[in-house]
């Protein structure tokens, strides 16, 4: 009980250090400077959430764009009809009300994006390999499609809650940083618990870590539906930092930098994770005044980091990571 | 009605047979490497530019197409050819050989990161917009039944079919082939028989990249235009076209491909074209939940 009291304290208190340090940031750094840090730490959820299936357990996944995708639209859409019933006719809405509208529509996008990498993931993690990542890849073009031709989302040209003045933009510092705590607080648990120390057996040997009595098709399905939740809960935050999402926002490539961003941190690492998703997001970034050569230069960057270090950044170390207690269970 | 049908086959079977012909790089890579050549579909790009560029060189002007000539129109493919056979062994030299020994998911961000690198020096070189593909063939048509045909489908058909015997000699008869095998079943044991496996793997990517370069020229003559980010789509659906015959299996790449080619076909003339791309996923995954080794992949027992 008084574990509890403490807790709930120590979360308040974070909160309120994240409220504070978003307004101090809005006050005094450049819109432009904060805006890549919001995206760095949305490409932080979506690359820690990756690494639980690719990294940790294993099995290859190139579709996640898809979940994020099915996060985005289902928060927006949320958001859109939620504000409308409980505060009709109000532009602006005050803090608390955001907190009342954008946490219920965040969990629905975790939800629904949960539900389609359940879907998804039942019958393809029959598959191994290269084949399991192909078929991830052809069903987060598929969820793409259907958003495309889908009217309620406005098809191709996207949706931006049926009104010119598009999406809301709710996703800033606060929101970021507490999500993105809670998922990497939640995920680093999930990998240095039981849970995660049966997910590396999966990953190591699948036929030994099944004959130790290892569920190992449960335990392959549970780490896909997590990783779809915080795919689907980042591409919630990343629908209200715009005022439309398209279904081109979630192609393929997208996908493609997530995997980029787990590999260059180091695959299986949780800090790696964080870290690979502010690199290539700062070099993306710091990159953008070459204009032509920018993605030239980022693709060489990306093969020299490969050659010369090819377990990424922090290979499977990991640094300390705040609330993950790594000992419980003794040494890797 | 039929002749709905019967037009809808002969587009399905000439894009068909370009999947094929860059599903073979896919899946011959695949074979010796297993490694997914994120950057074969790039090569393909490569293969149309350079096809671009020496028929220009060539003297092709495009006011009259009729005098470029079969010959200069050979040689064009040729050169393109060649083109790309020196481009897949540079990637393969500078890119996937220094990873040789690495963990698997290593060389894929290369190849990511080589596919990303192309894409975007063909923006800087060649411009981002579609460019008008010189038919070096000019076109004819011919009408049977209703249907249309042209000449630069039966050309498309005629020339990935001969590219496909040969290569179905070149793997089974010769002994390179029989090494290329070899390395695909075992790469260290078929070392400790003493075949030199950077020599196969390097060949395997010149003769895969010149299979891209003929998709590149015959996929332009086909579609008429060109741009830098082209290899993306096709690409893909030629990979699909490479998992769904069974990876590694070229008789497999090759009839995945025509598959794929005659399915988005006939999804865009009897459903709607937009969902002419789902089409293809949505085979694949029926596919692979069935047969999860791909029509004609041989299952491998797995052992402890």
Request: include cysteine; charge should be positive.
């Amino acid at each position: 009980m008084l574990m509890w009291l403490k807790r709930g304290a120590m979360a308040v208190v974070i909160l309120g250090v994240f409220y504070g340090l978003g307004r101090a940031l809005e006050d005094n750094v450049i819109e432009y400077v904060l805006r890549i840090v919001l995206f760095c730490g949305i490409n932080s959820i979506l690359a820690v959430g990756l690494n639980l299936i690719n990294g940790t357990t294993g099995q290859f996944s190139i579709g996640h764009a898809g979940f994020m995708a099915v996060g985005a639209y289902t928060t927006a859409y949320t958001v859109m009809h939620l504000s409308e019933a409980l505060f009709p006719g109000q532009a602006e809405l005050a803090l608390g009300q955001t907190a009342l509208v954008f946490v219920p529509a965040l969990v629905l996008g975790a939800v629904a994006a949960a539900f389609a990498g359940w879907v998804v993931g039942v019958p393809s993690l029959r598959l191994r390999g290269d084949y399991l990542a192909i078929v991830t890849l052809g069903f987060g073009e598929i969820i793409r499609l259907i958003y495309n031709n889908s009217s309620r989302f406005g098809g191709a040209t996207g949706y931006s809650g049926g009104r010119p003045l598009g999406l809301p933009i709710y996703t800033n510092f606060f929101w970021v940083a507490s999500v993105g705590l809670l998922v990497v607080v939640l995920i680093g648990n999930l990998t240095y618990s039981s849970y995660g120390r049966a997910l590396e057996a999966i990953r190591d040997d699948e036929i030994a870590a099944e004959a130790a009595g290892i569920p190992t098709t449960k335990l392959k399905v549970l780490a896909f539906v997590v990783s779809a939740a915080t795919a689907g809960i980042a591409g919630g935050l990343f629908a209200h930092l715009q005022s439309t999402i398209q279904p081109n926002d979630f192609k393929f490539d997208k996908s493609i930098d997530m995997v980029v961003m787990i590999i260059v941190g180091g695959l299986g690492s949780v800090s790696g994770a964080v870290l690979g998703a502010f690199f290539v997001g700062i070099t993306l970034e710091l990159t953008r005044d070459l204009s032509e050569y920018r993605l030239i230069s980022y693709a060489l960057l990306l093969i020299l980091l490969m050659l010369f270090r090819p377990e990424g950044m922090l290979g499977t170390r990991e640094l300390r990571i705040p609330f993950v207690n790594r000992s419980k269970i003794g040494p890797a | 009605m039929m002749a709905t049908f019967f037009q809808q086959l002969v587009n399905g079977l000439s894009i068909g047979s370009v999947y094929a012909l860059i599903a073979l790089g896919y899946t011959m890579v695949y074979g010796v490497l297993r490694l997914i050549n994120f950057a074969h579909s790039e090569v393909f790009m490569m293969g149309a530019f350079s096809g671009y560029y020496s028929a220009l060189m060539l003297g092709f002007d495009p006011a009259h197409p009729a005098e470029f000539g079969l010959l200069r129109a050979a040689l064009v493919l040729a050169v393109s050819m060649i083109a790309c056979a020196l481009l897949g062994l540079l990637i393969e030299r500078l890119a996937y050989r220094p990873l040789r020994s690495a963990r698997r998911l290593t060389p894929l961000i290369t190849a990511i990161g080589v596919s990303i690198l192309l894409q975007n020096l063909g923006i800087l070189f060649f411009g981002a917009n579609p460019r008008p593909f010189p038919m070096i063939v000019p076109e004819t048509r011919y009408e049977v039944g209703g249907v249309v045909l042209t000449n630069i489908k039966l050309l498309i058909f005629a020339v990935s079919a001969v590219l496909m015997v040969v290569l179905h000699w070149l793997v089974q008869k010769t002994w390179t082939g029989k090494a290329m095998r070899a390395v695909s079943v075992n790469l260290s044991a078929a070392k400790l028989m003493g075949i030199n496996a950077n020599k196969v793997i390097a060949f395997t990517f010149v003769v895969g990249s010149a299979l891209a370069a003929t998709g590149g020229i015959l996929f332009g003559l086909d579609q008429a235009k060109i741009e830098p980010l082209m290899g993306v789509l096709v690409g893909l659906k030629a990979f699909v076209a490479a998992v769904l015959g069974g990876i590694g299996n070229t008789m497999g790449a090759a009839a995945g491909g025509l598959l794929i080619g005659v399915a988005e076909q006939m999804t865009a003339g009897y459903l709607s074209a937009d969902y002419r791309d789902a089409i293809t996923f949505a085979i694949l995954i029926g596919v692979l939940l069935v047969r999860p080794e791909g029509l004609f992949g041989s299952s491998k027992i797995e052992k402890v």
